[in-house]
Protein backbone atom coordinates (compact mmCIF):
# COMPACT_ATOMS: atom_id res chain seq x y z
CA UNK A 1 0.00 0.00 0.00
CA UNK A 2 2.67 2.23 0.81
CA UNK A 3 4.33 2.24 -2.81
CA UNK A 4 0.87 4.19 -3.39
CA UNK A 5 0.99 7.58 -5.09
CA UNK A 6 -1.41 10.28 -6.12
CA UNK A 7 -0.84 11.02 -9.53
CA UNK A 8 -1.98 13.36 -11.96
CA UNK A 9 -5.28 11.63 -13.02
CA UNK A 10 -6.37 11.31 -16.53
CA UNK A 11 -3.79 13.62 -18.00
CA UNK A 12 -3.35 12.29 -21.70
CA UNK A 13 0.37 12.00 -23.09
CA UNK A 14 1.72 15.31 -23.95
CA UNK A 15 2.22 13.53 -27.39
CA UNK A 16 1.24 15.86 -30.33
CA UNK A 17 3.01 13.52 -33.31
CA UNK A 18 0.13 11.28 -33.11
CA UNK A 19 -1.99 14.19 -35.36
CA UNK A 20 0.98 15.44 -37.63
CA UNK A 21 -0.14 16.23 -41.25
CA UNK A 22 -4.01 15.97 -40.40
CA UNK A 23 -6.02 18.99 -41.06
CA UNK A 24 -7.80 20.24 -38.12
CA UNK A 25 -10.71 19.41 -39.78
CA UNK A 26 -10.25 15.70 -39.03
CA UNK A 27 -8.35 16.12 -35.71
CA UNK A 28 -11.52 17.87 -34.22
CA UNK A 29 -13.94 14.79 -35.73
CA UNK A 30 -10.84 12.03 -34.62
CA UNK A 31 -9.09 13.16 -31.31
CA UNK A 32 -10.66 12.56 -28.00
CA UNK A 33 -12.00 8.97 -28.63
CA UNK A 34 -10.95 7.65 -25.56
CA UNK A 35 -9.76 3.77 -25.52
CA UNK A 36 -8.87 2.13 -28.42
CA UNK A 37 -9.91 -1.66 -27.27
CA UNK A 38 -12.61 -3.54 -29.31
CA UNK A 39 -15.72 -2.91 -27.72
CA UNK A 40 -14.87 0.04 -26.04
CA UNK A 41 -17.79 2.94 -27.52
CA UNK A 42 -16.55 5.19 -29.89
CA UNK A 43 -17.56 8.27 -27.48
CA UNK A 44 -16.16 8.87 -24.05
CA UNK A 45 -19.47 8.82 -22.30
CA UNK A 46 -20.26 11.54 -19.60
CA UNK A 47 -18.09 9.84 -16.48
CA UNK A 48 -20.81 10.89 -13.68
CA UNK A 49 -18.73 9.54 -10.34
CA UNK A 50 -16.98 11.67 -7.44
CA UNK A 51 -14.90 9.11 -6.72
CA UNK A 52 -13.32 5.70 -8.38
CA UNK A 53 -11.78 2.93 -6.51
CA UNK A 54 -8.55 3.33 -4.80
CA UNK A 55 -6.09 2.84 -7.08
CA UNK A 56 -2.54 4.53 -7.82
CA UNK A 57 -4.05 6.62 -11.03
CA UNK A 58 -7.79 7.24 -10.06
CA UNK A 59 -8.76 8.53 -6.61
CA UNK A 60 -11.10 11.77 -6.70
CA UNK A 61 -12.84 13.21 -9.57
CA UNK A 62 -11.65 16.67 -8.77
CA UNK A 63 -8.64 16.09 -9.85
CA UNK A 64 -9.63 14.22 -13.34
CA UNK A 65 -12.29 12.86 -15.48
CA UNK A 66 -12.52 11.05 -18.62
CA UNK A 67 -14.87 12.91 -19.99
CA UNK A 68 -12.69 16.15 -19.29
CA UNK A 69 -9.50 14.30 -21.13
CA UNK A 70 -11.14 13.80 -24.31
CA UNK A 71 -11.87 16.92 -24.56
CA UNK A 72 -8.83 18.40 -23.58
CA UNK A 73 -6.78 16.02 -25.58
CA UNK A 74 -9.18 16.84 -28.85
CA UNK A 75 -8.33 20.90 -28.17
CA UNK A 76 -4.97 20.50 -27.18
CA UNK A 77 -4.47 18.49 -30.70
CA UNK A 78 -5.80 21.50 -31.96
CA UNK A 79 -3.98 23.94 -30.60
CA UNK A 80 -0.68 22.51 -30.11
CA UNK A 81 -0.13 22.31 -26.80
CA UNK A 82 -1.59 20.40 -23.23
CA UNK A 83 -5.24 21.14 -22.81
CA UNK A 84 -7.17 21.92 -19.28
CA UNK A 85 -11.16 22.17 -18.91
CA UNK A 86 -12.70 24.37 -16.85
CA UNK A 87 -16.01 25.36 -15.34
CA UNK A 88 -15.87 28.24 -17.35
CA UNK A 89 -14.28 30.84 -19.61
CA UNK A 90 -14.09 32.95 -16.82
CA UNK A 91 -12.86 30.46 -14.70
CA UNK A 92 -9.91 29.80 -16.67
CA UNK A 93 -9.17 33.41 -16.95
CA UNK A 94 -9.09 33.44 -13.50
CA UNK A 95 -7.04 30.83 -12.79
CA UNK A 96 -4.24 32.08 -15.07
CA UNK A 97 -4.68 35.69 -13.15
CA UNK A 98 -4.61 34.22 -9.98
CA UNK A 99 -1.27 32.26 -10.19
CA UNK A 100 0.22 35.15 -10.95
CA UNK A 101 2.80 36.66 -8.28
CA UNK A 102 1.38 39.65 -5.95
CA UNK A 103 1.78 42.88 -7.87
CA UNK A 104 2.01 41.92 -11.22
CA UNK A 105 1.74 43.88 -13.94
CA UNK A 106 -1.02 42.81 -16.52
CA UNK A 107 -1.00 44.99 -19.95
CA UNK A 108 -4.42 44.04 -21.65
CA UNK A 109 -6.21 45.03 -24.66
CA UNK A 110 -8.45 47.49 -23.38
CA UNK A 111 -11.25 46.02 -26.05
CA UNK A 112 -11.36 42.73 -24.25
CA UNK A 113 -13.99 40.86 -23.12
CA UNK A 114 -16.33 42.51 -20.53
CA UNK A 115 -15.87 39.94 -18.06
CA UNK A 116 -11.67 40.11 -18.12
CA UNK A 117 -12.01 43.43 -18.04
CA UNK A 118 -14.08 43.95 -14.79
CA UNK A 119 -12.02 40.87 -13.34
CA UNK A 120 -8.93 42.85 -13.71
CA UNK A 121 -9.94 45.82 -12.15
CA UNK A 122 -11.41 44.40 -9.17
CA UNK A 123 -7.98 42.59 -8.70
CA UNK A 124 -6.49 46.12 -9.38
CA UNK A 125 -8.84 47.74 -6.84
CA UNK A 126 -7.67 45.36 -4.57
CA UNK A 127 -4.35 45.69 -5.03
CA UNK A 128 -3.39 42.03 -6.13
CA UNK A 129 -2.32 43.64 -9.14
CA UNK A 130 -1.75 46.44 -11.37
CA UNK A 131 -3.85 46.50 -14.89
CA UNK A 132 -2.81 48.52 -17.76
CA UNK A 133 -4.91 48.81 -20.85
CA UNK A 134 -3.67 49.65 -24.13
CA UNK A 135 -5.00 49.49 -28.14
CA UNK A 136 -3.41 46.68 -29.99
CA UNK A 137 -3.63 48.54 -32.86
CA UNK A 138 -1.07 50.39 -31.56
CA UNK A 139 2.35 48.76 -31.54
CA UNK A 140 4.20 51.36 -29.78
CA UNK A 141 1.85 51.77 -27.05
CA UNK A 142 2.12 47.78 -26.57
CA UNK A 143 5.82 48.29 -26.66
CA UNK A 144 5.48 50.56 -23.95
CA UNK A 145 3.04 49.11 -21.84
CA UNK A 146 5.04 46.34 -21.34
CA UNK A 147 7.69 47.35 -19.57
CA UNK A 148 8.23 45.52 -16.50
CA UNK A 149 4.95 43.73 -17.16
CA UNK A 150 4.64 39.88 -16.21
CA UNK A 151 1.72 39.45 -18.14
CA UNK A 152 0.11 40.28 -21.80
CA UNK A 153 -3.16 39.88 -21.90
CA UNK A 154 -4.29 39.73 -26.05
CA UNK A 155 -7.26 39.05 -27.16
CA UNK A 156 -8.01 38.73 -31.37
CA UNK A 157 -10.22 39.40 -32.86
CA UNK A 158 -10.99 42.26 -30.14
CA UNK A 159 -14.61 42.05 -28.80
CA UNK A 160 -16.57 44.06 -30.41
CA UNK A 161 -14.31 46.11 -32.66
CA UNK A 162 -13.11 43.14 -34.03
CA UNK A 163 -9.36 44.61 -34.30
CA UNK A 164 -6.62 42.46 -34.92
CA UNK A 165 -3.56 42.25 -32.71
CA UNK A 166 -0.11 40.96 -33.95
CA UNK A 167 0.02 38.13 -31.57
CA UNK A 168 3.78 37.07 -33.19
CA UNK A 169 5.15 40.98 -33.18
CA UNK A 170 3.87 41.36 -29.87
CA UNK A 171 4.69 37.96 -28.25
CA UNK A 172 8.07 39.08 -29.44
CA UNK A 173 8.02 42.21 -27.88
CA UNK A 174 6.65 41.03 -23.97
CA UNK A 175 9.20 38.24 -23.94
CA UNK A 176 11.79 40.56 -24.68
CA UNK A 177 10.62 42.35 -21.08
CA UNK A 178 9.88 38.83 -19.88
CA UNK A 179 6.39 38.68 -19.88
CA UNK A 180 3.91 35.94 -20.24
CA UNK A 181 1.56 35.96 -22.93
CA UNK A 182 -2.00 34.78 -22.75
CA UNK A 183 -3.89 35.19 -26.14
CA UNK A 184 -8.19 34.60 -25.44
CA UNK A 185 -8.88 32.69 -28.90
CA UNK A 186 -12.52 32.12 -28.52
CA UNK A 187 -13.89 34.33 -31.61
CA UNK A 188 -11.17 33.10 -33.85
CA UNK A 189 -10.73 29.39 -32.39
CA UNK A 190 -7.92 27.03 -33.22
CA UNK A 191 -8.96 26.36 -36.45
CA UNK A 192 -8.73 30.01 -37.69
CA UNK A 193 -5.68 30.70 -35.54
CA UNK A 194 -3.18 29.14 -33.60
CA UNK A 195 -1.51 31.30 -31.22
CA UNK A 196 0.79 29.00 -29.65
CA UNK A 197 2.44 28.39 -33.11
CA UNK A 198 2.62 32.88 -33.07
CA UNK A 199 4.68 32.46 -29.67
CA UNK A 200 1.87 33.07 -27.08
CA UNK A 201 2.65 30.88 -23.86
CA UNK A 202 -1.24 29.99 -23.13
CA UNK A 203 -4.63 30.43 -24.94
CA UNK A 204 -7.64 30.52 -22.97
CA UNK A 205 -10.69 29.95 -24.72
CA UNK A 206 -14.71 30.70 -23.27
CA UNK A 207 -16.12 27.28 -24.55
CA UNK A 208 -18.97 28.46 -23.81
CA UNK A 209 -18.78 30.25 -27.79
CA UNK A 210 -18.07 28.80 -30.99
CA UNK A 211 -16.32 25.37 -29.53
CA UNK A 212 -19.71 23.77 -28.12
CA UNK A 213 -21.38 25.62 -30.38
CA UNK A 214 -25.32 25.26 -29.95
CA UNK A 215 -25.90 27.78 -26.76
CA UNK A 216 -26.08 25.45 -24.33
CA UNK A 217 -23.14 24.54 -22.81
CA UNK A 218 -20.79 26.62 -20.26
CA UNK A 219 -17.22 26.00 -20.20
CA UNK A 220 -13.98 27.24 -20.28
CA UNK A 221 -10.42 25.58 -21.28
CA UNK A 222 -6.57 26.66 -21.22
CA UNK A 223 -4.31 25.37 -23.27
CA UNK A 224 0.06 25.76 -22.98
CA UNK A 225 3.01 23.77 -24.05
CA UNK A 226 4.69 24.60 -20.99
CA UNK A 227 4.90 21.96 -18.31
CA UNK A 228 5.95 24.31 -15.58
CA UNK A 229 2.83 26.61 -16.91
CA UNK A 230 0.88 23.86 -17.56
CA UNK A 231 1.25 22.18 -13.70
CA UNK A 232 0.36 25.53 -12.25
CA UNK A 233 -2.97 25.63 -13.94
CA UNK A 234 -3.48 22.48 -12.87
CA UNK A 235 -3.06 23.30 -9.22
CA UNK A 236 -5.05 26.22 -9.86
CA UNK A 237 -7.75 24.14 -10.79
CA UNK A 238 -8.33 21.37 -8.34
CA UNK A 239 -7.42 23.61 -5.37
CA UNK A 240 -9.67 26.51 -6.78
CA UNK A 241 -12.56 23.75 -7.55
CA UNK A 242 -13.63 25.52 -10.65
CA UNK A 243 -14.25 22.29 -12.60
CA UNK A 244 -16.21 21.40 -15.22
CA UNK A 245 -19.42 19.03 -14.92
CA UNK A 246 -19.28 15.74 -16.98
CA UNK A 247 -22.10 16.34 -18.52
CA UNK A 248 -20.71 19.90 -20.04
CA UNK A 249 -17.37 18.33 -21.06
CA UNK A 250 -19.46 15.70 -22.86
CA UNK A 251 -21.31 18.09 -24.88
CA UNK A 252 -18.59 20.71 -25.70
CA UNK A 253 -17.13 17.98 -27.58
CA UNK A 254 -19.95 16.72 -29.04
CA UNK A 255 -20.03 20.37 -30.49
CA UNK A 256 -16.62 20.45 -31.42
CA UNK A 257 -16.97 17.57 -33.80
CA UNK A 258 -18.59 20.13 -35.90
CA UNK A 259 -16.90 23.26 -35.46
CA UNK A 260 -15.12 22.68 -38.52
CA UNK A 261 -18.44 22.60 -40.83
CA UNK A 262 -20.12 25.04 -38.46
CA UNK A 263 -17.46 27.89 -38.77
CA UNK A 264 -16.92 27.68 -42.34
CA UNK A 265 -20.80 28.02 -43.31
CA UNK A 266 -20.97 30.73 -40.35
CA UNK A 267 -18.12 32.75 -41.91
CA UNK A 268 -18.97 32.49 -45.33
CA UNK A 269 -22.53 33.67 -44.34
CA UNK A 270 -20.76 36.85 -42.25
CA UNK A 271 -19.08 37.68 -45.55
CA UNK A 272 -21.99 38.08 -47.56
CA UNK A 273 -24.01 39.88 -45.08
CA UNK A 274 -20.72 42.30 -44.46
CA UNK A 275 -20.86 42.67 -48.30
CA UNK A 276 -24.58 43.49 -48.47
CA UNK A 277 -24.22 45.75 -45.36
CA UNK A 278 -21.31 47.90 -46.61
CA UNK A 279 -23.78 48.90 -49.33
CA UNK A 280 -26.91 49.32 -47.06
CA UNK A 281 -28.08 53.15 -46.54
CA UNK A 282 -28.80 52.80 -43.19
CA UNK A 283 -25.67 51.53 -42.49
CA UNK A 284 -22.39 53.47 -41.27
CA UNK A 285 -20.07 51.37 -41.26
CA UNK A 286 -19.21 47.37 -41.10
CA UNK A 287 -16.48 46.20 -38.98
CA UNK A 288 -15.02 42.74 -40.67
CA UNK A 289 -11.34 41.22 -40.72
CA UNK A 290 -12.85 39.94 -44.47
CA UNK A 291 -13.62 42.83 -46.01
CA UNK A 292 -10.59 45.38 -47.97
CA UNK A 293 -12.60 48.14 -45.54
CA UNK A 294 -10.79 46.43 -42.52
CA UNK A 295 -7.73 48.56 -41.30
CA UNK A 296 -5.89 45.14 -40.48
CA UNK A 297 -6.84 43.24 -43.11
CA UNK A 298 -4.01 42.15 -44.52
CA UNK A 299 -2.57 41.27 -41.03
CA UNK A 300 -5.73 39.19 -40.39
CA UNK A 301 -4.96 37.53 -43.59
CA UNK A 302 -1.65 36.69 -42.41
CA UNK A 303 -2.33 35.36 -39.05
CA UNK A 304 -5.50 33.92 -39.61
CA UNK A 305 -7.32 31.24 -41.78
CA UNK A 306 -10.21 32.47 -42.49
CA UNK A 307 -11.82 35.94 -40.67
CA UNK A 308 -14.30 34.27 -38.74
CA UNK A 309 -18.21 34.66 -38.37
CA UNK A 310 -18.08 37.77 -35.73
CA UNK A 311 -19.31 40.88 -37.48
CA UNK A 312 -19.70 44.40 -36.24
CA UNK A 313 -21.89 47.22 -37.80
CA UNK A 314 -22.58 50.47 -36.77
CA UNK A 315 -26.65 51.81 -37.90
CA UNK A 316 -26.70 55.37 -38.96
CA UNK A 317 -29.74 56.26 -36.29
CA UNK A 318 -27.52 55.75 -33.40
CA UNK A 319 -28.60 54.09 -30.11
CA UNK A 320 -32.37 53.80 -30.51
CA UNK A 321 -32.44 53.02 -34.65
CA UNK A 322 -29.71 49.59 -33.27
CA UNK A 323 -32.33 49.19 -30.60
CA UNK A 324 -35.66 48.77 -33.24
CA UNK A 325 -33.19 46.75 -35.27
CA UNK A 326 -32.58 44.30 -32.74
CA UNK A 327 -36.13 44.73 -31.54
CA UNK A 328 -37.56 43.44 -34.74
CA UNK A 329 -35.33 40.40 -35.99
CA UNK A 330 -37.10 37.29 -36.22
CA UNK A 331 -34.83 34.55 -37.58
CA UNK A 332 -31.99 35.96 -35.74
CA UNK A 333 -32.32 35.76 -31.96
CA UNK A 334 -31.54 39.62 -30.07
CA UNK A 335 -29.35 37.98 -27.65
CA UNK A 336 -26.07 38.49 -26.07
CA UNK A 337 -22.88 35.62 -25.94
CA UNK A 338 -22.05 34.49 -29.81
CA UNK A 339 -20.72 30.94 -31.10
CA UNK A 340 -23.87 29.12 -31.57
CA UNK A 341 -25.31 27.51 -35.13
CA UNK A 342 -28.13 30.11 -34.79
CA UNK A 343 -27.45 33.59 -35.81
CA UNK A 344 -28.00 36.33 -32.71
CA UNK A 345 -27.28 40.08 -32.13
CA UNK A 346 -26.92 42.97 -29.69
CA UNK A 347 -26.58 46.49 -29.12
CA UNK A 348 -23.26 46.56 -27.25
CA UNK A 349 -22.94 49.48 -25.81
CA UNK A 350 -26.45 48.55 -24.04
CA UNK A 351 -23.88 46.84 -20.92
CA UNK A 352 -22.60 49.47 -18.64
CA UNK A 353 -18.24 49.59 -19.31
CA UNK A 354 -18.90 48.73 -22.79
CA UNK A 355 -16.85 51.20 -24.85
CA UNK A 356 -18.43 50.45 -28.50
CA UNK A 357 -20.23 53.15 -30.45
CA UNK A 358 -23.64 53.25 -29.37
CA UNK A 359 -25.04 52.44 -32.46
CA UNK A 360 -23.01 49.45 -32.98
CA UNK A 361 -24.69 45.90 -32.99
CA UNK A 362 -22.14 42.79 -32.81
CA UNK A 363 -23.64 40.11 -34.54
CA UNK A 364 -22.85 36.40 -33.80
CA UNK A 365 -23.39 34.65 -37.28
CA UNK A 366 -24.72 30.91 -37.89
CA UNK A 367 -25.37 28.77 -40.15
CA UNK A 368 -28.89 29.61 -41.14
CA UNK A 369 -29.67 30.20 -45.12
CA UNK A 370 -28.18 33.21 -45.98
CA UNK A 371 -30.60 34.79 -47.72
CA UNK A 372 -32.87 34.23 -44.84
CA UNK A 373 -30.48 35.93 -42.38
CA UNK A 374 -30.50 39.20 -45.06
CA UNK A 375 -34.40 39.17 -45.51
CA UNK A 376 -34.57 39.32 -41.74
CA UNK A 377 -32.04 41.85 -41.14
CA UNK A 378 -32.80 44.04 -43.91
CA UNK A 379 -36.28 44.21 -42.33
CA UNK A 380 -35.31 44.89 -39.43
CA UNK A 381 -33.37 48.05 -40.56
CA UNK A 382 -35.72 49.29 -42.92
C1 LIG B 1 -17.75 34.70 -23.18
C2 LIG B 1 -16.31 35.07 -23.20
C3 LIG B 1 -15.49 34.84 -22.09
C4 LIG B 1 -16.02 34.29 -20.78
O1 LIG B 1 -16.41 32.97 -20.93
P1 LIG B 1 -17.61 32.26 -20.10
O2 LIG B 1 -17.61 30.88 -20.64
O3 LIG B 1 -18.86 33.03 -20.37
O4 LIG B 1 -17.22 32.33 -18.66
C5 LIG B 1 -14.14 35.17 -22.20
N1 LIG B 1 -13.63 35.69 -23.33
C6 LIG B 1 -14.39 35.93 -24.42
C7 LIG B 1 -13.78 36.51 -25.64
C8 LIG B 1 -15.76 35.62 -24.39
O5 LIG B 1 -16.51 35.87 -25.47
New binding site residues.
Given amino acids: MSDRKRTENHIQPFDLSRWEGLDPATIAVIAGRGPEEPGQPINVPPMLTSIYKDNPGNLYARDGNPTWAALEETVGALEGGRCLAFA ?4 A ?1 TAVLDGLPLGSKVVYSADS ?1 T ?2 RIQLDRMAAKGTLEAVPVDVTDAAAVEAACVEAALLWL ?1 SPT ?1 PMLSIADIEAFSETAHAQGATVVV ?1 N ?2 ATPLLQKPLDLGADIV ?1 H ?4 FISGHSDV ?3 LAVTRDEGRFEALFHERTLGGAIPGPLETFLSLRGLRTLPIRLEKGQANAMELARRLETHPQIESVIYPGLDSHPQHALAQRQMRGPGAMLSFVVAGGADAADKACDRVEVITHAT ?2 GGVDTSMERRSRWEGEHAPPGLIRMSVGCENVEDLWADLSRALD
Fill in positions: SGMAVYGTENDTFISASKIMGSL
